[in-house]
């Protein structure tokens, strides 16, 4: 596992949403009005 504290520094983990239409054709679109992260792991205590 790579992590904040083994790896020294900032490894580059993204945390995003997304949306999807399974590969089937669309027009429609994905709006998200939240995201919330803790950041409550082991490594950051």
């Keep these: ?6 790896a020294g520094g900032f490894v ?3 945390y995003a949403l997304y949306g ?3 590969g089937a ?4 679109v994905a709006r998200f009005n ?3 992260y803790k950041g409550d792991d082991e490594v950051y205590k």
Aim: aromatic share 10%; charged share 10%; hydrophobic share 35%.
């Design 12 to 14: 580059g983990s993204l």
């Design 25 to 28: 054709q669309t027009s429609a």
């Design 1 to 6: 596992m790579v992590s904040t504290r083994l």
């Design 34 to 36: 939240w995201f919330e």
């Design 20 to 22: 999807t239409s399974s």
